[in-house]
């Protein structure tokens, strides 16, 4: 059995990794680390790590960067695996994560689902295909409450995509104003509105020609269903700072 914790339960993903959870045998959710929770949690629900009193394998963590500090600290301690599902991370956010996964196994991705990773290696693929020929734009839409823009999955694709240029394409966040003849850019346009779960297109526009390559998530479930896998995988491995890649080879 898998002893689990999920830090962020009370919110939206949180309640569907537990809803999930609740089904798998091999599991068993033994707290959850939130401010808030609801009413379809049975389990502890602490406000902050240092409150943790049950036996834990792994965490999930759907929260925000806010609490990464004081997570990072707790799992060095306890030398526990931890998923990290949040985006919007700063530099010094990575810097810790970097400094955390020599001490414990980290798993770090901007989206859990199989479909975004396949399009993230299509969409390099088709980079190194097209070379300098054609424009890159990346458009990116999700529901109102989400706080961060760029997405992390944008980023994440624009990072696949830059690396067919050896990461040569600089990255520019809208435009606005007369902003002259593109250059050696990568465009990025987000758009907010309503419950989109989240939707991701890459667009090669050439001459007489454009290309797109998309991924629609109809419902939270792709992510919160990659995000358990994850964990299982995590479990038992060495410390380092391990992603999506490291599991497809392994499935």
Not at 106 to 131: C, D, H, P, Q, Y
Request: hydrophobic residues 40%; neutral net charge; aromatic residues 6%.
């Amino acid at each position: 059995m898998i002893n689990i914790l999920i830090c962020g339960i009370g919110g939206k993903m949180g309640g569907e990794i537990a809803g999930i959870l609740k089904n798998d045998d091999k599991t068993d959710i033994v707290c959850g680390v939130d401010l808030k929770t609801s009413d379809n949690v049975n389990v502890p629900v602490y406000a902050s790590f240092d409150e943790v009193k049950e036996k834990t394998d792994v965490i999930i963590d759907f929260s925000s960067p806010s609490v990464l500090k004081d997570e990072l600290n707790w799992v060095v301690k306890q030398r526990c695996p931890v998923v990290l599902a949040t985006t919007g991370y700063t530099y010094d956010d990575l810097q810790l994560i970097e400094r955390a996964a020599k001490k414990t196994a980290v798993f770090k991705t901007a989206n859990f689902s199989m479909g975004i990773n396949l399009i993230a290696k299509l969409a390099r693929m088709a980079a190194e295909i097209l070379g300098n020929d054609f424009d890159i734009e990346i458009i990116e839409k999700h529901h109102n409450n989400k706080k961060d823009a760029p997405s992390g999955t944008a980023i994440m694709l624009a990072d696949a995509v830059n690396a067919a240029y050896d990461g040569g394409k600089e990255y520019l966040y809208g435009r606005k104003g007369i902003t002259g003849k593109r250059g050696k850019e990568i465009g990025f346009h987000s758009v907010r509105g309503g419950t989109i779960t989240g939707e991701h297109e890459i667009l090669f526009a050439g001459d007489d020609e454009i290309i797109t390559i998309s991924h629609a998530a109809a419902s939270r479930k792709v992510f919160a269903t990659g995000a358990i896998k994850a964990a299982k995988w995590l479990v038992g491995k060495p410390a380092g700072l391990y992603n999506m890649n490291d599991l497809l080879r392994d499935i």
